[in-house]
Structures are given as C-alpha cells and as structure tokens.
C-alpha cells in the first residue's frame, strides 16, 4: 500500500536535547513537507522540499533542521534552539501538477 | 509573501442552518486550493480541492467551495449542516513557482443540535 509514515507516534524528550522526527513515502512524491500544528493557529510550514538535496525554509523554520539524502526519505531534527518545542508534527508528501497532499498520521512530541 | 487568512475562527450553528467559511489567500501566480477537515480526535481529511476549469467545486459530504479569481477567494459553503460537521476546517493553497503549501489557522465548526 503506497502512503506515508511518520514514526514514532508519541516522542518524549528531555529540554536541551535534539530529536529527530521521521518521516518516510512510498508515493514517489517529488515534494515533501513539515507542518506544526498548534490549537488556535493551524498548520504552520517548517520546511519543505521539492527535490532531493535541496530544501527550502517554511514560515517558522528556526529551531528547526531538516535533511532530503533520499526521495522517500525527508526527515526533521528539533533541535534544542526550539524555544517552544512541545506539539503536533505533520510530515505531507505531494505529486507534481495537479495533485493533493498526503499527510501522515502525525508525531506528537512532547518536551519536559 | 504566500499566505492564507480565515476570518471566521469559531462559527456556531444550528442544525439546518447554511454555512458558509470565508478563506481569502494571497499569491501571485496559479495555484491549487484545498479545503481539509479535522473532526475531533481524528486526522486530517480531504474536503475538496481545486485544480482547474470550473470555479465550483464540490466534494464530499455535501461541500461545495466557489473559486473567485479576482477576489483571491475559495470560500466552503454547505446548504445545511448536521450535528457530524462539527470540526475544524483548513483552508490551504499550492503555489506553483515556490511549490509552497500553506495553510489558514482553520475554522472551529460547532453546529447545536
């Protein structure tokens, strides 16, 4: 079945320390996305990429590193620069030309 | 700079009652236009989507969206809601050139039975 997974479901971690998020497609989507979803303000972008060794900076990306080795393969590191780290993360994969985006089932991570 | 603003963040309805969520975006070029719905607990959802060729569009569950070129608008309308539409709606937009994909803050949706 082609879809896209995000692992693990629920993460936790201590302040200061990084974590890295995954975030894998078997669509042989081009572009790949990672959102940030807070209560009252939507999904925000963090990164995005289009192609393979190239990324691009979303709307909140400080804090933030990303990496595209692979095309299936798009992975988010929060890094301990987060000043907000704790919440909902959405990885999406999308086709070029007309098409939706796919959405994995989200990572919630959560720092103490 | 690509953005996506809705007005309308909390909207209480009656059953029966019409709906209609504003999503106003700005963006220069084409575009593909999204709306998603998040009823509670549950992930994201594919509402309808806008590619091309006719500006209305309907999708499921009885949705429909008007794309209004000149009026950078892609508002949700539905004739009458039920006590199961209540969620929360995202409006979003594709940018083709920055292949950006932005979303709104979303609508919360209560509808009272």
């Known amino acids: 079945d082609g879809g896209i997974t995000q692992s693990p479901k629920y993460l936790f971690r201590k302040e200061g320390q990084n974590v890295t998020l995954s975030c894998e497609q078997n669509?042989?989507?081009?572009?790949m996305y990672w959102y940030r979803q807070d209560p009252g303000q939507g999904l925000r972008l963090i990164y995005y990429?289009?192609?393979?060794?190239?990324?691009q900076k979303g709307d909140i990306a400080e804090g933030y590193s990303v990496s595209r080795e692979k095309k299936e393969s798009f992975p988010l590191t929060v890094t301990s620069a987060q000043k907000n780290p704790t919440a909902f993360y959405l990885c999406?994969?999308?086709?070029?030309?007309?098409?939706?985006?796919?959405f994995g089932q989200g990572t919630r991570l959560t720092v103490v | 700079a690509q953005s996506v603003s809705q007005h309308n963040h909390h909207v209480i309805l009656s059953e029966a009652a019409s709906l209609e969520l504003g999503c106003n975006y700005s963006?220069?070029?084409?575009?593909?236009l999204f709306w998603y719905v998040q009823y509670p607990g549950q992930h994201l959802q594919l509402l309808l989507k806008?590619?091309?060729?006719?500006?209305l569009v309907k999708g499921i569950k009885g949705f429909e969206a008007e794309f209004i070129k000149s009026k950078f608008s892609f508002n949700l309308r539905k004739p009458s809601v039920q006590w199961s539409d209540t969620a929360e709606y995202f409006c979003?937009?594709?940018?083709?050139?920055?292949?950006?994909?932005?979303f709104g803050t979303g609508t919360r949706l209560t509808i009272i039975p």
């Open positions: 999406a994969s999308k086709g070029q030309g007309d098409t939706e985006a796919f």
């Open positions: 669509l042989n989507h081009d572009a």
């Open positions: 990429s289009q192609i393979v060794n190239d990324f």
């Open positions: 963006y220069g070029g084409t575009v593909n």
């Open positions: 806008y590619f091309s060729g006719d500006p």
């Open positions: 979003a937009v594709f940018g083709f050139g920055n292949e950006k994909l932005t």
